[in-house]
């Protein structure tokens, strides 16, 4: 499998910012670190799995690229929009993942 480098959009940076307030105000600081953290560390599993993802039929993922595919995360109920750029996994936005329907 070819491996990527990983770009973040703008505005996935605010989405980890906006989860990161979010669970400091419902928990720790130091859970929020850690929640943020092991949520990065799920995005970078990207750089090697991007390819085995379909393109994705869901049409808010396609609203940031037209061959957007998505990736929902564990246990944090949440999906990862990126694309396929070149040598480059973009990673254009995180949602709730009930917000990704049809």
């Not at 049409?59 to 690229?65: F, K, N």
């Amino acid at each position: 499998m070819k491996e990527y480098r990983l770009k973040y959009s703008d505005e996935i940076l605010a989405d980890i910012d906006r989860l990161f307030v979010f669970a400091s105000e419902q928990h720790t600081l130091d859970f929020a670190r850690r929640y943020t953290a092991g949520l990065r560390k799920e995005i970078e599993e990207l750089s090697y799995l991007a390819e085995a993802f379909p393109e994705s039929k869901y049409r808010i993922a396609r609203l940031y690229h037209p061959q957007a595919k998505t990736m929902t995360i564990g246990k944090r109920k949440l999906t990862v929009i990126f694309h396929i750029d070149g040598e480059y996994v973009m990673v254009d936005k995180i949602l709730p993942s009930c917000m990704i329907t049809y």
